[in-house]
């Protein structure tokens, strides 16, 4: 699909004239270029005047940006102070009416002071009171929930609105530069670098942060959903369960479905807010970590090859720079059959004690010591806090560990308070950054980190050679079930969705050090391949359920507060559907829609409806007469060789797969990958080939949409979970190789049984020679070919006894399993038997 019907087909209606005008440009573009006559053609007053629309185009995008994003703020704020209005009355309202009822109430001694006909009528009258309460009070309650169903609906409109805020910004910062793209290569002038540096500068709409927006919309979204009585507690509780299974699992988000998801999730979770009082800033999302190792890379190595106790320590703050408390974290790695558990450990040091902490010149029992005279701290806690930092200051010491590398990301985490059950972490503008001093570069100096950088993301002071933007975001679901219970249904859907990639033991840690020090890795991780060589973003299955959809019955129109959608769209003003978003063919958007809604939408005559429902009619009972009179004449239409050759091609095209469960533990991937033999690795990461590009009408392939190249073919029902890849040239992938202690026992107990087969060998052949005649020849032979066989035996059960140690010593994944050996003991044994039998009948 052509950019400019893209656009076309992706923007909401009501805002049709502030995006980009994208075909006027290219107009320009094209009448003066393709003029006949010199005099007319591209010229330096035409560059004047396209660089002066283009600029007026930025400058209306940037304006409606700015104000569309203020009013969408007002909007949730005034919303916000509705909810409260709303159920502070209602509260009063109910309290005021339970103490009239108590206040109606006859009393006892009154009722003894009246005669019987009298109480008797006083209490029909009460009944009938408090008939009318009981009505009065479902009306109220009625009442109440109708206007939370309404505000409901604002805030999915609020959402939405959101949400096509962010593909107004997408959709323009591509067609800005896809036009500037167009405009060098057929003017002849340059205006690229210069777009970039001067214009995109003055006018960076397409930087806009909508964290702020999404953390307050996410505040309104959890006060209706909760009826106004949103749920409160410690975030770090787990809940009341006291058998539960815990599983993390990681994906990778493709940047233009940030947002997308963040609203997604939204739904289901609040943004986690640790001061709700306190106004959003957006260094309260920073996060930064520094990792410790040496030359060797140790440490790296330890995490990436998962060996029983590896360990990764680092250095981790909240904020900006001016934080003065640093958290020194150490991750251990547990091997499952050790029947523990991989654990992190912290505990929290001053930022100017940091230096001498890991130099070694301070301890930290004395610090310790003042938390249990102050009660902020029991002596047990303490003990345990002493023997953390005693480890890790040892370990840096003795190990050489120094800083290594910088991660730097903006995290926004989804959990419901007091409830850890479901806990959803989204980091974004994750960076690597070089921290050692390896080549000779002291870019920390004699502290403890750099200080020429701090949150100011991209960091554009540093070199190309220092750090590493990873394009993506990652997601992490943290998932703590009851023994036997399923997800949420909500989690199977998005992590299902074309929204998120599922990378198993992703570590930024060790994607760092993979990419910023190729020179000294040589094992990288088996995800790299896949990061170098595809774009894990996916067409959208119109049928997903994690969709952003607009409500349609909603009365308040998203582009003013004025205007108000109609009931009855005219073709001037469609009913608003969820845009095509990119890898979308314009088709397919149509599928997610109730067929009676498509001839108004399409603003089709009356009856071209119709005669398309009975084309398709049509067709499908001619498919089914097909199908019939095949299985009339003993024939299977799934047979077909069509149908064959097509389901040969697909296998051929996708090879071997690695099938991944998102919603497994990861222990679960490494068992599957461990099964893997090089061979098949090779295979699982050969990268596929790149589909072919269609050029537009006017045989310049420059307006094609790149991203589209996936949507013609897309089967929302064929999920491929993995790619192949080559590694490197240099390189080897790294495989998840588990080794156990019962492994190397497996392996000795393998020899003991072959060297047990080959001395009762030995023993038939000692026998027959004994016990012989010296002159019998038969028998000598046979003796030889046993002793033979025995000795072949025992050396090669010791040969590969000793092959299998070495590779399990260096957790090499290989192919373990002996096919050959077997057989051939088989084979030389019955050769040996048959000898001696041969031989003796030919003696007859």
């Given at each position: 699909m052509k950019f400019g019907q893209r656009i076309r087909t992706s923007l909401y209606p009501e805002w049709q004239d502030k995006y980009l005008d994208y075909n006027g440009l290219k107009k320009d573009l094209k009448s003066k270029t393709k003029s006949a006559y010199p005099d007319e053609r591209w010229n330096d007053n035409d560059e004047r005047e396209f660089t002066n629309k283009l600029e007026r185009e930025l400058e209306k995008c940037e304006d409606f940006q700015l104000t569309k994003a203020e009013e969408l703020s007002q909007r949730i704020e005034s919303l916000e102070k509705t909810v409260h209005g709303l159920v502070k009355a209602y509260d009063s309202q109910q309290g005021h009416g339970h103490d009239d009822d108590e206040n109606d109430k006859p009393s006892a001694s009154r009722l003894e002071s009246q005669d019987q006909d009298t109480a008797a009528l006083d209490g029909g009258s009460d009944d009938e009171d408090d008939g009318a309460d009981d009505e009065d009070d479902a009306r109220s309650e009625a009442s109440y929930d109708d206007k939370f169903k309404d505000m409901e609906e604002e805030v999915a409109t609020l959402v939405a609105d959101v949400h096509d805020l962010a593909l107004y910004t997408k959709l323009n910062f591509t067609g800005f530069m896809k036009i500037v793209k167009k405009h060098d290569k057929v003017t002849g002038y340059t205006l690229k670098p210069e777009f970039s540096s001067d214009y995109l500068d003055k006018h960076p709409f397409y930087k806009y942060n909508y964290d702020g927006l999404i953390v307050k919309l996410s505040r309104l979204f959890d006060l209706v959903r909760t009826r106004g009585h949103p749920i409160e507690g410690d975030s770090a509780a787990g809940g009341s369960q006291n058998a539960f299974v815990r599983s993390t699992t990681k994906y990778w988000v493709h940047e233009d479905n940030i947002i997308p998801l963040k609203l997604a999730i939204l739904k289901h979770l609040p943004v986690l807010v640790f001061n709700p009082k306190k106004p959003f800033e957006p260094k309260d999302a920073a996060i930064t970590s520094i990792y410790f190792d040496n030359e060797d890379l140790d440490l790296y190595l330890g995490r990436l090859e998962k060996t029983e106790g590896a360990e990764a320590i680092r250095l981790r703050w909240y904020g900006d720079m001016d934080q003065k408390m640093i958290f020194v974290e150490r991750k251990t790695h547990r091997e499952d059959w050790t029947g523990e558990k991989s654990v992190k450990a912290r505990f929290g040091i001053a930022e100017q004690k940091v230096n001498d902490f890991i130099s070694g010149r301070l301890t930290m029992d004395a610090e310790f010591d003042?938390?249990?005279?102050?009660?902020?701290?029991?002596?047990?806690?303490?003990?345990?806090?002493?023997?953390?930092?005693?480890?890790?200051?040892?370990?840096?010491?003795?190990?050489?560990?120094?800083?290594?590398?910088?991660?730097?990301?903006?995290?926004?985490?989804?959990?419901?308070?007091?409830?850890?059950?479901?806990?959803?972490?989204?980091?974004?503008?994750?960076?690597?950054?070089?921290?050692?001093?390896?080549?000779?570069?002291?870019?920390?100096?004699?502290?403890?980190?750099?200080?020429?950088?701090?949150?100011?993301?991209?960091?554009?002071?540093?070199?190309?050679?220092?750090?590493?933007?990873?394009?993506?975001?990652?997601?992490?679901?943290?998932?703590?079930?009851?023994?036997?219970?399923?997800?949420?249904?909500?989690?199977?859907?998005?992590?299902?969705?074309?929204?998120v990639e599922a990378v198993p033991k992703f570590s930024k840690f060790i994607h760092g050090c993979a990419t910023l020090l190729p020179e000294r890795v040589e094992l990288i991780p088996y995800w790299a391949p896949q990061y170098e060589q595809t774009d894990i973003k996916k067409p959208v299955n119109p049928k997903s359920r994690v969709l952003i959809e607009r409500p349609h019955s909603a009365a308040q129109s998203s582009a003013s507060n004025n205007t108000s959608i109609p009931t009855s769209p005219t073709p001037s003003q469609p009913t608003y559907y969820e845009p095509v978003s990119e890898g979308e063919d314009e088709d397919e958007g149509f599928l997610g829609h109730a067929a009676n809604d498509e001839a108004r939408r399409l603003g089709l005559p009356p009856d071209a409806h119709s005669q398309a429902e009975a084309a398709k009619l049509f067709r499908e009972n001619k498919l089914r007469e097909e199908a019939e009179h095949a299985r009339a004449n003993?024939?299977?239409?799934?047979?077909?060789?069509?149908?064959?050759?097509?389901?040969?091609?697909?296998?051929?095209?996708?090879?071997?797969?690695?099938?991944?469960?998102?919603?497994?533990?990861?222990?679960?991937?490494?068992?599957?990958?461990?099964?893997?033999?090089?061979?098949?690795?090779?295979?699982?990461?050969?990268?596929?080939?790149?589909?072919?590009?269609?050029?537009?009408?006017?045989?310049?392939?420059?307006?094609?949409?790149?991203?589209?190249?996936?949507?013609?073919?897309?089967?929302?029902?064929?999920?491929?979970?993995?790619?192949?890849?080559?590694?490197?040239?240099?390189?080897?992938?790294?495989?998840?190789?588990?080794?156990?202690?019962?492994?190397?026992?497996?392996?000795?107990?393998?020899?003991?049984?072959?060297?047990?087969?080959?001395?009762?060998?030995?023993?038939?052949?000692?026998?027959?020679?004994?016990?012989?005649?010296?002159?019998?020849?038969?028998?000598?032979?046979?003796?030889?070919?046993?002793?033979?066989?025995?000795?072949?035996?025992?050396?090669?059960?010791?040969?590969?006894?000793?092959?299998?140690?070495?590779?399990?010593?260096?957790?090499?994944?290989?192919?373990?399993?002996?096919?050959?050996?077997?057989?051939?003991?088989?084979?030389?044994?019955?050769?040996?038997?048959?000898?001696?039998?041969?031989?003796?009948?030919?003696?007859?």
């Open positions: 003042e938390l249990v005279k102050k009660g902020k701290k029991s002596q047990k806690e303490v003990e345990g806090m002493k023997q953390l930092a005693n480890e890790v200051q040892y370990a840096i010491i003795t190990r050489r560990l120094k800083p290594v590398m910088r991660s730097f990301y903006n995290r926004t985490a989804f959990q419901l308070p007091g409830d850890a059950r479901v806990r959803i972490s989204l980091d974004t503008e994750l960076s690597m950054i070089r921290e050692d001093d390896f080549d000779g570069k002291p870019r920390a100096g004699k502290n403890w980190r750099r200080t020429d950088i701090g949150i100011d993301y991209p960091f554009e002071q540093l070199p190309k050679e220092d750090k590493e933007l990873f394009r993506y975001a990652v997601l992490e679901v943290k998932l703590q079930t009851q023994l036997g219970q399923e997800p949420p249904d909500w989690i199977r859907d998005l992590i299902a969705s074309h929204l003993g024939q299977d239409p799934e047979q077909d060789p069509a149908r064959r050759a097509s389901v040969s091609q697909s296998t051929k095209k996708y090879g071997p797969r690695l099938d991944i469960d998102p919603l497994q533990p990861s222990s679960s991937f490494d068992k599957k990958l461990a099964l893997l033999d090089p061979k098949s690795m090779q295979k699982l990461f050969k990268a596929k080939d790149s589909q072919n590009r269609s050029t537009n009408d006017d045989g310049d392939d420059e307006d094609e949409d790149e991203e589209e190249g996936a949507a013609a073919n897309y089967d929302p029902n064929h999920v491929e979970y993995t790619r192949q890849f080559n590694a490197p040239e240099g390189k080897r992938i790294a495989t998840l190789v588990r080794i156990e202690p019962k492994v190397f026992f497996a392996n000795e107990r393998t020899f003991l049984k072959w060297l047990g087969f080959g001395v009762l060998l030995a023993g038939i052949a000692t026998t027959l020679l004994n016990f012989i005649h010296i002159e019998d020849t038969v028998g000598l032979i046979s003796a030889t070919c046993f002793t033979f066989t025995a000795l072949m035996a025992i050396l090669y059960a010791g040969g590969m006894y000793a092959y299998r140690v070495i590779k399990l010593r260096r957790r090499e994944a290989i192919n373990y399993h002996d096919p050959y050996g077997p057989s051939a003991l088989c084979v030389t044994l019955i050769a040996s038997i048959l000898v001696n039998v041969v031989l003796r009948l030919k003696e007859l």
